[in-house]
């Protein structure tokens, strides 16, 4: 069964950094843009940043431009997104997805079960 596996959550100080990973099991990733979202409590869930099939086109948030990187590896079928300057206001729960499509299209077909990242001194 299809899975994305997210990993690399955790506490950071403010102005810290950490790196996300998103694994995937049972299929491969060329062939669909990814992206990453995240959702803090009582807030809806939000985009983060997206990174097309080629790795040749990303988008970002406004919130997260210059502090935020979003990668890919095909051929170790893994997603990564690269945070620095983390603010208390990235704390929240972010989740690996995949598109429907080779392009940011924002239309998710699978999810991944969340990792917890907190910022806070």
């Known amino acids: 069964q299809l899975q994305l596996v997210e990993s690399g959550g955790g506490l950071v100080q403010p102005g810290g950094s950490l790196r996300l990973s998103c694994a995937a099991n049972?299929?491969?990733?060329?062939?669909?843009?990814m992206g990453w979202f995240r959702q803090a409590p009582g807030k809806e869930r939000e985009g983060v940043s997206c990174?097309?099939?080629?790795?040749?086109?990303?988008n970002y948030a406004d919130s997260v431009k210059g502090r935020f990187t979003i990668s890919r590896d095909n051929a170790g079928n893994t997603v990564y997104l690269q945070m620095n300057s983390l603010k208390p206001e990235d704390t929240a729960i972010y989740y690996c997805?995949?598109?429907?499509?080779?392009?940011?299209?924002?239309?998710?077909?699978?999810w991944g079960q969340g990792t917890q990242v907190t910022v806070s001194s």
């Open positions: 997805a995949a598109d429907y499509n080779y392009y940011c299209s924002g239309y998710v077909s699978h």
């Open positions: 049972a299929f491969t990733l060329d062939y669909y843009a």
């Open positions: 990174i097309s099939s080629s790795g040749n086109s990303t």
